[in-house]
C-alpha cells in the first residue's frame, strides 16, 4: 500500500484532453525529482567532506523546499509556472555557485546546458532561446566580474573568447535539442496517427460487420452464398423464402427447381454468365412459392471469392420479391397511358421543363397555343415564349429552392409575336433522392377571362362611378332591416357615414319618420316593410326624416326587392331621392303663384297675359281696365288687332317679331289707342311665363302720357335753367364791370371833388402863417371852413348812394321814401310812393333787395323810358305772408324777351341784376312791358315767421 503512494506521489499528472500540458508536466516532474534527488546527495558529499560553508547547505536546502512547491503548483495544473520557477531557481543557483567559487568551468558549464537544454524541453523554441540568452549573459557577467576582480581569481582567467565558445555551444546544444524535440514530436504524432487510424480502421471494420450482419439479418432481400465447387449455399440470412425452408433452400438446385419455365433459360444464362465474367446483370423471373402461387423475383449475381487463377469461386446472389413492384409498374404503365391520353386530349397546355427551364415535352394544347410545331418547342425554353422573363427565372428560382408557388398569372409570346395572358400552375417533379427532375406547368390560355373581367371591372366601373355620381341615394338594406351599403349621396342626404348607418334599422325611433306635413307615418306603409311583405317595388313613397344634426329632410324612395339564388328575400335596393328643395320649391311655387295672382290683380300697373300662339288675350288685371276702359268681357279670348290698340299696326308687328326671336320684350314705347279713342304713350315689356301649364307671354303695358308731358315741361325747364345760367354768368361778368366802374367813379369823384377841397384847404392854411393882417386871416378861415362844408357834404352823398343809412336804422318804407323824394327833385317824371307796409322790420336781405330793384328800376326810367310818371307801391298780404313791391310807369315800354336776350349777351345789367337780386332774396320777379303802352315790374318776396 506504501509502494503504491509512493508510486502515485512519484507519477506526473495527467490533464485530459490536453496532451500538450500532460507531456509537459511529465518532464517537468522528471526534472524535479532529479533535482529533489541531486540536493540531498550533495548535501550529505558536502556534510562528509566538511568542506562547504553554511550558506551553501542553507540554500540547498531552500533550493529542496521550493522543489517541492513547484511540484505542488504541478499538480495544481499551473505546470507553466511552474516550469519558470524551476528555471529561475536553476539559473539563480548555478550562477551563486560559480560565483562562489570563481570558476566557470566544467560544472559550471554543464549545468547552464542543462539548464538550456530543460528549456527547451519545457517551454519549445522560445523556452530554448530564452534560456540561451540568459546562460550567455549570466557567463559573460561571471566573466566580466572576475576579470574586475570582484570574484575569487585561481590561477587562471577566463577571457571574452571563451565566453563567445560558450555562447556558440549552448546555441548549438539548444537548436540540437530543439530539433531532436521536434523530430521526436513528429515521430510520436506519426505514430499516434497510425494508432488512431488503425483504431478507427479496426472500429470500422468490426462496427461495418456488425452493421452487415445487421442488415443483412434485417434486411427484406434474401441474401446467400454458393460455393461453385460444390454448388452448396454457404450463408442463408433468414430462415424461410417464398415458403421454403433454409433446409431446402441450401439443398443444391432448390431454386431452379422452383422458377417458371418461361424464365428458366434466362436464370440459366444469368448464372453462366456470372461464372465466365465474374459478373452479371440483373434479372427478372418467376418463382413457384411453395404453394403454388407465383412471385416475381429480382436476382442480382456477384462474384464474392475468386480461386487462384481468377475465376470465380464463390457468388453472391441476392434475391428481392418485386411483384409488389411490378403490379405498380403495370399499374404505373396504365397510369402513363391515361396520363398521355389526359397529357394530349386535356384543354390546357402542359409544359415540361427541364431544371434550366428548356422544354422536354408539350402537349398539342400547348403548340396551338403558341402557334410552334413540337419540333419548334423542343428547341426553345422559358425564356424565348415568356413576355415577362424576370418573373418567369424567379418562378423557376423559387421551385429549385423548394418554395411553393401557388397559382399565378403571366403573359406569353406566341410565334407570331402576339401577347396572350395565361393562367399557370406550376409545381417541381423530383427523383427518389429529392434531387429536381423537371418542372412541370399546367398553363390555360385566360384571354377570354381576361377580356370578360376587363369588361366586368369596367361595367363595375361605371356602375359605381353611376352609383357614387348618380344625383340620388342609394341604400341596401339587408334582410334584419339595417344598411350594409350607402353611397356617399345617400350618406350626405341622411347626415350619417357608412358605419354610422350600419348602427341603425331601417325604423329606428331616432329617425323620427313623419309625412311631408308632418303627421305620424305608419309603420308598415315604410318602403322596407312593404318590400319584405309583398316583394314587390314600390315606388314614390314620400315621407320625412331628421338627421343627426336636426334637419329634417324630405325624401322620395323608391325601393326593389333583392333575392338570392334560390330566388329568397334577402332585402331591399332603394333609391332615395331628397325632395326637400322641391317640396319647398312648390310651396313657395305655390306661394308665389298666389303672390303672382294678388300682385297681378292688385298691381296699379296695367298688365295682360296672352297665348304666343295665336296671340289671344286670356286675363288682364284691374289696373288694365282702368286706364285703357275695355271690360274683361271685351278683353278675354280677342287679339290686340280685333281690339285695334295699336294706333299704328307696325308697331304690333315689331313686338311680334321681337318675341319671337328673343322672346321677351322691354321698355318698348308705342302709341296705343284707349276705348275712349284717346291716343296714350305706353312703355310695353313683355317675358314667356308659365300659365297654367303653357307658356304664355305676360306683358306689363305703363301708360307715359304724362310723364311725357313732364319730360317735355321738364326739357322746358332744363333750357330755362341753362338761359339762367347763362345769363348769371354775363351777370356776373356785368357785376364786375360795374363794380369797377362804381370804383372808378368813387375815385374820381374822391380825387376831383374832395381832391380839390383838401388842395385849397391846405393852400388856405398855408396863406394864412404867413397873413400879416387880421382881417385876411378870417377871411381864408372862412373861406375854408366854407371848402370843408362842401366836402362834407359831397362825401354824404357818395355814401348814400351807396347805401342809405336809413335803410340799416328804419326798414325799406321810411329809405325808399327818401330815396324817392330825392330823386324827384332831380327827375323830369312825377314819382308816386304808396305804401301799406305795417311797422315791422323786414329781412334785412329783402329790405336790400327791394330798394335795389326800386333803385334799378328809376335809373332805367330815367335813361329809357321817356316817362312822366312812375307809380311805386308797398303791399303786405298777411294772409300769404308775402311783401309785393311794383314799380310802373307810363313810358314809351320796350320788348321784353328781346332785352333779356340782349342782357344775356352783356348788353345790360339792369334787368339781370334785378332777376338775380330777387333770385338771391328767395323772391318770384316779374316784368311786363309793351311797346308804347309802358313798363311794370312786380317782385314777390315771401316773408317766414320769425317767431
Not at 275712349?676 to 312703355?683: F, K
Request: glycine share 6%; hydrophobic share 40%.
Amino acid at each position: 500500500m506504501m509502494m503504491l503512494q509512493i508510486k502515485r506521489w512519484f507519477a506526473p499528472p495527467v490533464f485530459q484532453n490536453d496532451e500538450a500540458k500532460t507531456r509537459r508536466a511529465m518532464l517537468l516532474n522528471a526534472a524535479l525529482i532529479n533535482v529533489l534527488a541531486f540536493v540531498p546527495v550533495l548535501l550529505i558529499g558536502n556534510v562528509i567532506g566538511g568542506r562547504t560553508p553554511l550558506p551553501v547547505l542553507g540554500a540547498n536546502a531552500l533550493a529542496f523546499a521550493f522543489c517541492l512547491v513547484l511540484r505542488a503548483w504541478m499538480r495544481r495544473g499551473r505546470v507553466r509556472l511552474a516550469s519558470m520557477g524551476l528555471m529561475t531557481m536553476g539559473l539563480v543557483l548555478i550562477t551563486a555557485s560559480a560565483a562562489s567559487l570563481g570558476t566557470i568551468r566544467a560544472p559550471t558549464t554543464a549545468m547552464y546546458l542543462l539548464m538550456v537544454i530543460t528549456g527547451g524541453l519545457l517551454f519549445d523554441l522560445s523556452g530554448m532561446v530564452i534560456t540561451t540568452a540568459l546562460c550567455s549573459l549570466l557567463i559573460g557577467g561571471l566573466i566580466g566580474a572576475e576579470n574586475a576582480g570582484l570574484l575569487p581569481r585561481p590561477d587562471y582567467s577566463v577571457t571574452i573568447t571563451q565566453w563567445i565558445a560558450y555562447t556558440v555551444i549552448f546555441g548549438w546544444t539548444g537548436s540540437l535539442t530543439f530539433s531532436a524535440l521536434q523530430a521526436l514530436h513528429q515521430a510520436l504524432a506519426r505514430a499516434q496517427a497510425e494508432i488512431a487510424e488503425r483504431a478507427r480502421t479496426e472500429k470500422a471494420l468490426t462496427e461495418s460487420e456488425q452493421r452487415l450482419r445487421g442488415i443483412l439479418a434485417n434486411s427484406p432481400d434474401t441474401v446467400y452464398t454458393i460455393d461453385l465447387s460444390s454448388g452448396k449455399t454457404i450463408f442463408l440470412n433468414r430462415d424461410e423464402f417464398c415458403g421454403f425452408t433454409r433446409s431446402e433452400l441450401e439443398a443444391p438446385g432448390s431454386i431452379l427447381s422452383a422458377v417458371h419455365p418461361d424464365d428458366l433459360m434466362l436464370v440459366k444464362e444469368s448464372w453462366q454468365q456470372a461464372r465466365n465474367k465474374g459478373e452479371a446483370s440483373p434479372v427478372e423471373y418467376r418463382l413457384r412459392r411453395k404453394e403454388g402461387e407465383f412471385e416475381w423475383i429480382e436476382q442480382r449475381v456477384t462474384v464474392l471469392a475468386r480461386n487462384p487463377d481468377g475465376s470465380p469461386r464463390q457468388l453472391l446472389i441476392t434475391l428481392n420479391l418485386v411483384t409488389e413492384r411490378k403490379r405498380a409498374e403495370q399499374a404505373q404503365r396504365e397510369a402513363e397511358l391515361r396520363y398521355r391520353a389526359l397529357f394530349e386530349q386535356t384543354h390546357d397546355a402542359v409544359f415540361i421543363l427541364d431544371p434550366q427551364g428548356r422544354h422536354l415535352a408539350t402537349n398539342q394544347r400547348a403548340t396551338d397555343l403558341l402557334g410552334y410545331s413540337f419540333e419548334e418547342m423542343q428547341k426553345l425554353s422559358v425564356r424565348e415564349i415568356s413576355a415577362e422573363l424576370t418573373e418567369s427565372e424567379a418562378v423557376l428560382a423559387r421551385l429549385l429552392r423548394g418554395e411553393h408557388v401557388p397559382l399565378y398569372e403571366r403573359r406569353f409570346r406566341k410565334k407570331n409575336g402576339d401577347v396572350v395572358p395565361v393562367e399557370i400552375d406550376v409545381g417541381l417533379v423530383r427523383d427518389a433522392s429529392g434531387n429536381p427532375l423537371h418542372v412541370q406547368s399546367v398553363v390555360r390560355d385566360i384571354s377570354e377571362r381576361k377580356r370578360a373581367e376587363k369588361a366586368l371591372r369596367e361595367s363595375e366601373q361605371r356602375l359605381a362611378t353611376i352609383v357614387e355620381t348618380v344625383p340620388d341615394g342609394i341604400v341596401i338594406v339587408n334582410r334584419e332591416g339595417r344598411v350594409s351599403f350607402a353611397n356617399d349621396f345617400a350618406q350626405r342626404t341622411l347626415g350619417l357615414t357608412r358605419s354610422a348607418l350600419a348602427r341603425r334599422t331601417y325604423d329606428d325611433p331616432q329617425w323620427k319618420i313623419t309625412t311631408t306635413d308632418g303627421k305620424p307615418f305608419p309603420h308598415e306603409e315604410l318602403p322596407f316593410a312593404r318590400v319584405m311583405q309583398t316583394g314587390k317595388t314600390v315606388l314614390g313613397v314620400e315621407h320625412a326624416i331628421q338627421r343627426p344634426d336636426g334637419v329634417r329632410v324630405m325624401l322620395s324612395v323608391n325601393a326593389s326587392p333583392m333575392r338570392d339564388d334560390n330566388h329568397n328575400l334577402v332585402g331591399m335596393l332603394a333609391s332615395i331621392t331628397d325632395i326637400t328643395e322641391r317640396t319647398r320649391a312648390e310651396e313657395a311655387l305655390r306661394a308665389s303663384e298666389e303672390c303672382f295672382s294678388a300682385a297681378f290683380r292688385l298691381s296699379p300697373i296695367p298688365m295682360a297675359i296672352y297665348r304666343p300662339t295665336d296671340g289671344h288675350i286670356v286675363d288682364i288685371n284691374d289696373a288694365f281696365i282702368n286706364t285703357f276702359g275695355y271690360t274683361r268681357a271685351e278683353t278675354i279670348e280677342h287679339t290686340t288687332y280685333e281690339l285695334q290698340l295699336f294706333a299704328d299696326p307696325k308697331d304690333r308687328d315689331t313686338i311680334r317679331r321681337i318675341l319671337q326671336e328673343h322672346g321677351s320684350l322691354e321698355n318698348f314705347e308705342f302709341d296705343l289707342r284707349k276705348k275712349s279713342g284717346q291716343i296714350a304713350t305706353v312703355l310695353n315689356s313683355a317675358k314667356l311665363i308659365d300659365f297654367g301649364g303653357e307658356k304664355h307671354f305676360l306683358s306689363l303695358i305703363l301708360d307715359i302720357t304724362e310723364r311725357k308731358r313732364a319730360e317735355q315741361e321738364r326739357e322746358t325747364l332744363l333750357q330755362e335753367i341753362q338761359h339762367s345760367r347763362e345769363q348769371l354768368q354775363v351777370l356776373s361778368r356785368q357785376l364786375i364791370e360795374a363794380q369797377e366802374n362804381e370804383r372808378r367813379n368813387i375815385a374820381r369823384e374822391l380825387h376831383d371833388e374832395v381832391g380839390q377841397v383838401m388842395l385849397a384847404v391846405k393852400t388856405n392854411l398855408e396863406t394864412i402863417q404867413f397873413a400879416p393882417e387880421p382881417a385876411t386871416l378870417n377871411a381864408r378861415l372862412a373861406e375854408s371852413v366854407g371848402i370843408v362844408d362842401r366836402a362834407l357834404e359831397q362825401l354824404r352823398v357818395l355814401a348814400l348812394n351807396l347805401r342809405p343809412s336809413l335803410l340799416d336804422d328804419f326798414g325799406l318804407a321810411p329809405a325808399l321814401e327818401w330815396f324817392l323824394e330825392r330823386q324827384a327833385r332831380g327827375a323830369h317824371f312825377k314819382i308816386i310812393f304808396h305804401s301799406d307796409l305795417p311797422e315791422m322790420r323786414l329781412p334785412a336781405i329783402i329790405e336790400t333787395t327791394g330798394f335795389r330793384v326800386v333803385q334799378a328800376a328809376l335809373a332805367n326810367v330815367a335813361r329809357h323810358a321817356q316817362a312822366k310818371r312812375v307809380d311805386v307801391t308797398l303791399c303786405w298780404m298777411p294772409a300769404a305772408r308775402e311783401l309785393e313791391l311794383r314799380v310802373r310807369d307810363d313810358g314809351i315800354g320796350f320788348d321784353v324777351p328781346a332785352a333779356l336776350a340782349r342782357a344775356r349777351h352783356g348788353a345790360s345789367l339792369g334787368l339781370l341784376g334785378m332777376q338775380e337780386r330777387v333770385r338771391l332774396a328767395g323772391g318770384a320777379i316779374a316784368i311786363e312791358s309793351t311797346p308804347g303802352q309802358g313798363t311794370e315790374i312786380c317782385a314777390r318776396f315771401p316773408i317766414k315767421d320769425e317767431g
